[in-house]
């Protein structure tokens, strides 16, 4: 595998299978209120849970990779994984609920961290927006796959039959990783000496675009996270809400790579990453609003995926080839901060009001303060490197 492209299309794949994993507790929510007796703050919690290890281990996560290579870390991410389904599958109770999802996590965590370094080592100074639009789909793309999946295995069998779907995925992933997988001829060799750090007001656009990619994301998984739940609450069934959630999911697919696309082609990274932010959150508030369900769900998918490329477009803009493993780390260690906290404030903000659609509100609330991190990136970037200069300037 020389080309870039192929390289990208197997990436895809293998990440696809954390949004698969990920939703293998919101897509069945109903059932676990129900067979564990516990409450929509609690499910909110085991949601999150998934992101929790990224605030503690995505930075030093970075130090392993320029110690062991981004490809073994990968590996022992898929292996963590394939754990934690298990446990989630056949161990009962729900602090082994809760051990098994922060295991998964914790893979997916160096998943997360990793892979986008890799991509970013095929794609800096090519097409890193339109290639980081179509990477980061593999999570939508695995969660909407989710959405269809789980509540039939789920009626058919029970909640293991979800957990050994996510289990044979994960497996899948770790055979082409390995198998597939190779570093870009041009790379330059590890390091693990401290010049492996951004510095000054690198690291500090590193830490905002961070926390804007973990505000966006928090957003967007009010959606999938509270979507079934809040149609449940409306009377609808367990299979008909998933699979009114999941057309987000299916046209976030599509317009995350037509945002990236469209911002590299235009040079406006910047005015496309607000403006998609600005029409994602009215359209939350509408969604919780109205009847037009389909209707108001497509608009959502439209929308909400155009700011995705151009916001994970912006670390390669600041980090150097020699900080990227670490820079990628703190980057994702901003950003699981959001991720774990992000469906615990939902969910209590939902839990307190009574009502699941309270959660969009908090989501349109999480896309406000994206658009104001965006201020703060552009004005740490302007000091940091000459190229980010350029790109600001052009947006």
Known sequence: MTNRWTILTMLFLVRSCMGFQFQSVPAVSPLYLKSFGVGIADLGLLIGLYHAPGIVLALPGGALGRRFGDKAIVAFGLGLMFVGSVMLGFLSGWPMQIAGRVIAGTGAVLLNVFMSKMVTDWFAGKEIATAMGIFVNSWPFGIAVGLLAFPLAASYANLVAVQILVASAVAAALVALVTFYREPADLPPRTTAETGRPQGSSAAAVVVAGLLWGFYNAALGVVFGFGPLMLTERGWSLAAASSATSIVLWLVVVSVPIG????????????????????????????????????????????????????????????????????????????????????????????????AAVAFDVGAIFLVITIVLVGVFLRLARSALVPVRIAVARA
Not at 277 to 289: H, K, N, P, T
């Open 260 to 355: 990236g696309l469209v911002a590299d082609r235009s040079g406006r990274h910047i005015a496309l990453l607000v403006g998609s932010c600005v029409a994602f959150a009215v359209a939350l508030l509408a969604v919780a609003r109205t009847d037009a369900t389909l209707v108001s769900f497509a608009a959502l998918g439209l929308l909400g995926g155009l700011a995705a490329g151009p916001i994970m477009s912006l670390p390669s803009r600041v980090l150097k080839p020699e900080t990227r493993a670490y820079g990628m780390g703190l980057f994702f260690a901003m950003f699981y901060v959001m991720q774990a906290t992000g469906p615990w404030l939902a969910g209590r903000a939902s839990a307190n009001s009574g009502k």
